[in-house]
């Protein structure tokens, strides 16, 4: 597989001040620069960022090059808002979406009508059938709430099969468990492109945080080395550029369709692990 054939995505979170809105413009611009796919969008949970998601993707969409792809969330959603934003979406010219079904907040808000990201799927393709290619997440090292990795690979299947055209994966920091996930979606007649998702490592404390709330795993070796550098961030960060930019080179040269950067609002480490990898060449 050739880099023209591969899928190059960076991942932002709606800013919520004025100077948020002003560093995510200076990144987008920087990323821009490397001519990726799209950019997507977070959505908060239970759709607390759901007006400021659509500001931030249509901004995107209107004044860069780049293709916008908004996520949208199950949890505190119904048909109707859904069905809004579809439109909103399709008015905007917008044709790539992120379907999920969320992380369930702390608090009173409910879960909504659709229980699964399959159902909200299943709803994008009756209500707009063909117009946007549907995202849908994956998890390598197994959703933190599945039961087994046959229930969770049966669970990913049916996303697909409500028509998903892709995947985008959990970051991770080991190779070996991309590479058997695929293989396990592969033997499920499961075929279309899933691509990695990469979280550069900048901050130990906030790495550790993130992957203590979604279920990824810090390999042991790693963790250990992270923890060793204390406030020495110059050194940590130039340590996790190369841990992650040897195993995006592994994922690669291993057949991977792309890669798929979560930048929190930053572009200087994403770039470097690009220009290391000589994506641009």
Same mark, same amino acid.
């Given at each position: 597989?050739?880099?023209?054939?591969?899928?190059?995505?960076?991942?932002?979170?709606?800013?919520?001040?004025?100077?948020?809105?002003?560093?995510?413009?200076?990144?987008?611009?920087?990323?821009?620069?490397?001519?990726? $796919?799209?950019?997507?969008?977070?959505?908060?949970?239970?759709?607390?960022?759901?007006?400021?998601?659509?500001?931030?993707?249509?901004?995107?969409?209107? $004044?860069? %090059?780049?293709?916008?792809?908004?996520?949208? %969330?199950?949890?505190?959603?119904?048909?109707?808002?859904?069905?809004?934003?579809?439109?909103?979406?399709?008015?905007?010219?917008?044709?790539?979406?992120?379907?999920?079904?969320?992380?369930?907040?702390?608090?009173?808000?409910?879960?909504?009508?659709?229980?699964?990201?399959?159902?909200?799927?299943?709803?994008?393709?009756?209500?707009?059938?063909?117009?946007?290619?549907?995202?849908?997440?994956?998890?390598? $090292?197994?959703?933190?709430?599945?039961? %087994?990795?046959?229930?969770?690979?049966?669970?990913?299947?049916?996303?697909?099969?409500?028509?998903?055209?892709?995947?985008?994966?959990?970051?991770?920091?080991?190779?070996?468990?991309?590479?058997?996930?695929?293989?396990?979606?592969?033997?499920?007649?499961?075929?279309?492109?899933?691509?990695?998702?990469?979280?550069?490592?900048?901050?130990?404390?906030?790495?550790?945080?993130?992957?203590?709330?979604?279920?990824?795993?810090?390999?042991?070796?790693?963790?250990?080395?992270?923890?060793?550098?204390?406030?020495?961030?110059?050194?940590?960060?130039?340590?996790?550029?190369?841990?992650?930019?040897?195993?995006?080179?592994?994922?690669?040269?291993?057949?991977?369709?792309?890669?798929?950067?979560?930048?929190?609002?930053?572009? %200087?480490?994403?770039?470097?692990?690009?220009?290391?990898?000589?994506?641009?060449?």
């Amino acid at each position: 597989m050739t880099n023209a054939d591969r899928t190059y995505s960076f991942e932002f979170f709606p800013p919520k001040t004025d100077k948020g809105v002003d560093n995510l413009k200076a990144t987008r611009a920087k990323l821009a620069k490397l001519k990726p $796919e799209y950019f997507s969008c977070t959505f908060g949970a239970g759709g607390s960022t759901r007006d400021r998601t659509f500001e931030t993707v249509v901004d995107i969409q209107e $004044e860069t %090059s780049i293709d916008a792809a908004p996520h949208l %969330s199950c949890i505190d959603s119904t048909r109707d808002n859904i069905a809004g934003m579809l439109q909103g979406y399709h008015d905007k010219g917008i044709q790539r979406l992120v379907a999920l079904r969320g992380d369930i907040p702390s608090g009173t808000v409910v879960v909504g009508e659709f229980r699964y990201a399959n159902e909200l799927v299943s709803y994008i393709r009756e209500t707009t059938g063909d117009h946007f290619h549907i995202e849908v997440a994956a998890y390598p $090292e197994i959703h933190p709430q599945a039961n %087994s990795a046959r229930d969770d690979l049966i669970n990913f299947k049916r996303k697909i099969d409500a028509g998903a055209n892709s995947a985008i994966t959990q970051y991770f920091y080991n190779a070996d468990a991309y590479f058997r996930f695929v293989d396990g979606c592969r033997d499920q007649g499961v075929d279309i492109p899933i691509i990695p998702g990469i979280m550069p490592i900048t901050n130990y404390v906030q790495l550790a945080r993130f992957s203590e709330m979604c279920g990824a795993e810090i390999p042991r070796w790693l963790r250990k080395r992270l923890a060793d550098f204390g406030d020495d961030m110059d050194s940590l960060k130039a340590f996790g550029i190369d841990v992650v930019t040897e195993m995006c080179r592994q994922l690669l040269d291993g057949g991977a369709p792309g890669l798929h950067f979560y930048t929190l609002n930053q572009a %200087s480490a994403s770039i470097k692990i690009w220009d290391n990898l000589s994506l641009s060449d």
